[in-house]
């Protein structure tokens, strides 16, 4: 890819917003001028991820990732820089000089997540132009879709294709374009057997599977032929881009109707999502055939706290799924539940019934969990005590999972009521179960998911005794005032050849770089010399950074950190100044103090570094006398040079 023009960055940085972004992956709520919610790059229960609009970052406290809308995409999608900037300028519609198709040899140098992305990608157009522009795809694969009833704008959203039924087509196209077979086989499109190669999906219709940004991931091929020695359905193999446990059919559309009307509807299948989103119901999931897993619902839980289970009215596995429901409870969820008349299915009902009546019949019919399990546990069998004592405990232990004391004792008194049971027993038996599985958990310790506001460990590093661990401290010091102040305009005193004091005005970068050039210091942890490095370019070219511009560039350590600095919002005032103990009056009045004290605070760490080097070196056994005298001269020189710091420093250190 050639390199997007920093003009087109500028643009995309200034037009993204991040709050956005964010929210197509993360449910936000106001907090304050900030928004909040569940950290989408770990489990928690309790929101630490944070989002200000007016600053244009983020930061997770319980992973201490942080950065800009770049930063976020790099992290959440595995996007390389560009392909983030890129997501974003398509995103905005901003564009960006064509580039020329990726050669064999330029994908050669991509890695290997990125590639299984592109080929994906390809197999998609692939695929949808075979549905939509060659015969064999109109007749078979398109023909299908609408025998369906599914319309043309419904197939094109989804991205719905057809792979043609012959051996290779794919695979030679593929191949064509300078793709590898090996990435062809890893992402399951391709077979091999012994020196041939054939599309794994040939004759069957294809369902894209898209990760939240939509990203196609994988794929699900559907054959068209009855023969029940052939598999119904066939999906991409896992690997490194897909992993079907943590991915639910359809989210990249629906999240945004989850969001707005805080519920998602969850689904079996690929058609069941497709038929609802067109008769108008689009906050909708599938688990796409396979069991509901903790992944999935936790990424549920990101959007909603709402669950509502669509069951087919003839399914034979319902009890078998009661292990879904559980595990809904489990994460502290609310599940409701609706099951469709015998015969009939999300995708089934919603093509014979108008909007309105899908909509009436889903209200009409929704359950909670304790209703719809003694419905389908005391069918037939109502009258039997022993089978209702089973249904009973069944529910209690569901009830037992549930992580909230308050919502637990809702149900125990519905139960209680709904069965004409004491509350007593009913609670005896909750706390036994409750203590069960709370011995489980325990057996699984989990990090608690308190938002903790604790500083990255590359923000401002704890110092200690140690001269080079008080040094780092000072760098990190110095940098955090460039990156905030820097561009500030003082007044500072010079002398001049006749010794005469003059007020000058400069900035805090000019004046930083000339302290420290004028003594030769330079700056020992590497991403504060990668910073100062770019304020002194910027220096060279006559600009004047600020952390708008450091937010902008590609090296993202360097983007997390000025990331942290503003998420802290360290400002000059009484509490910053404690830490060095220095009197404050205001920001202003304290500025040119607050920078000169850093400066020499940086020296004399330096100095203090070199003496203590300067003393392991007097100790070595096999100094010459002269080499002896030189060391003992030169640790004298900054000692006296150290006093001189130490009464700079003294004016407004508090001794």
């Known amino acids: 890819m050639s390199k997007i023009p920093p003009h087109i960055i500028d643009d995309i940085m200034q037009t993204s917003r991040i709050e956005e972004v964010i929210g197509e992956f993360v449910n936000l709520k106001r907090a304050g001028s900030n928004l909040k919610g569940l950290s989408p790059f770990t489990d928690e229960k309790t929101p630490s991820f944070v989002v200000s609009p007016a600053k244009q970052i983020f930061k997770c406290f319980s992973t201490s990732k942080g950065g800009s809308v770049v930063t976020f995409l790099m992290e959440k999608e595995h996007f390389s820089y560009p392909e983030a900037l890129r997501w974003l300028a398509d995103k905005y519609g901003i564009q960006i000089p064509e580039d020329e198709p990726a050669t064999a040899e330029e994908l050669a140098a991509i890695t290997e997540r990125e590639s299984l992305h592109i080929i994906n990608e390809f197999a998609k157009t692939h695929f949808m132009h075979n549905l939509l522009e060659t015969e064999e795809g109109a007749a078979v694969g398109l023909s299908y879709f609408e025998e369906r009833g599914f319309r043309k704008d419904i197939i094109q959203k989804f991205q719905l294709g057809y792979c043609l039924n012959v051996s290779d087509d794919f695979t030679k196209a593929a191949q064509k374009k300078g793709y590898k077979l090996e990435y062809l086989e890893k992402v399951g499109l391709v077979k091999s057997k012994d020196d041939r190669h054939f599309d794994f999906f040939r004759g069957r219709v294809m369902f894209p599977i898209h990760s939240v940004s939509g990203r196609v991931l994988g794929f699900g091929g559907r054959t068209l032929i009855t023969d029940k020695k052939i598999a119904k359905y066939f999906n991409s193999p ?26 998602c509807f969850l689904c079996e299948g690929y058609t069941d999502v497709i038929s609802m989103f067109q008769a108008g119901i689009q906050n909708v999931v599938s688990s796409s055939g396979t069991s509901l897993t903790k992944d999935q619902i936790k990424l549920i839980r990101r959007y909603t706290q709402n669950i ?179 561009t500030r305009v003082i007044e500072i005193e010079q002398f ?60 993202q350590e360097i983007v997390r950190f000025v990331s942290d600095i503003e998420s802290n919002d360290h400002e000059l005032s009484a509490g910053w100044f404690s830490n060095y103990s220095i009197i404050t009056r205001s920001e202003s009045d304290r500025l040119e103090e607050a920078i000169m004290n850093s400066i020499y605070g940086f020296k004399a760490a330096k100095i203090e570094q070199r003496i203590n080097e300067i003393r392991v070196k007097l100790q070595e056994p096999n100094l010459s006398d002269e080499e002896m005298m030189g060391l003992l001269a030169e640790q004298m020189a900054f000692e006296r040079v150290k006093l001189v710091f130490a009464d700079k420093l003294g004016r407004i250190i508090l001794r």
Do not use: W
């Open 238 to 263: 896992e690997s490194i881009i897909y992993n079907k446990s943590e991915i639910l059919y359809g989210l990249h559309f629906s999240k945004g109707d989850i969001i707005k009307y805080d519920n």
């Open 496 to 555: 001049d050849e006749n010794g005469q004091a003059h007020k000058v005005e400069t900035s805090i970068i000019e004046l930083v770089h000339s302290e420290l050039d004028r003594d030769e210091l330079t700056f020992k942890h590497p991403l504060c010399a990668k910073i100062y490095a770019v304020f002194i370019n910027g220096l060279n070219e006559n600009q004047l950074f600020q952390s708008s511009y450091f937010k902008r560039l590609e090296d």
């Open 308 to 486: 509502t289970i669509l069951y087919d009215g003839d399914a034979a596995g319902i009890k078998a799924s009661f292990r879904g429901i559980d595990l809904i409870l489990e994460e502290g969820m609310n599940v409701k539940v609706v099951l469709f008349p015998e015969g009939e299915d999300p995708d089934s009902y919603s093509k014979k019934a108008s909007t309105t009546e899908l909509e009436n019949y889903i209200k009409e019919h929704t359950q909670d969990f304790i209703s719809f399990k003694a419905d389908i546990l005391l069918k037939d069998g109502e009258a039997d005590p022993i089978k209702r004592a089973e249904l009973i405990r069944e529910i209690v232990h569901s009830v037992a999972l549930i992580p909230d004391q308050i919502t637990r004792q809702v149900y125990l008194q519905q139960i209680a009521s709904q069965f004409d049971i004491s509350e007593q027993i009913i609670s005896s038996e909750l706390i036994k179960l409750r203590k069960g599985v709370v011995a489980k958990q325990l057996q699984e310790p989990e990090i608690l998911d308190l938002p903790v506001e604790k500083q990255a460990e590359t923000f401002i590093p704890e110092t200690g005794a140690n001269a080079k661990e008080a040094s780092l401290h000072d760098e990190f010091n110095l940098i955090n005032l460039l990156i905030k102040y820097g």
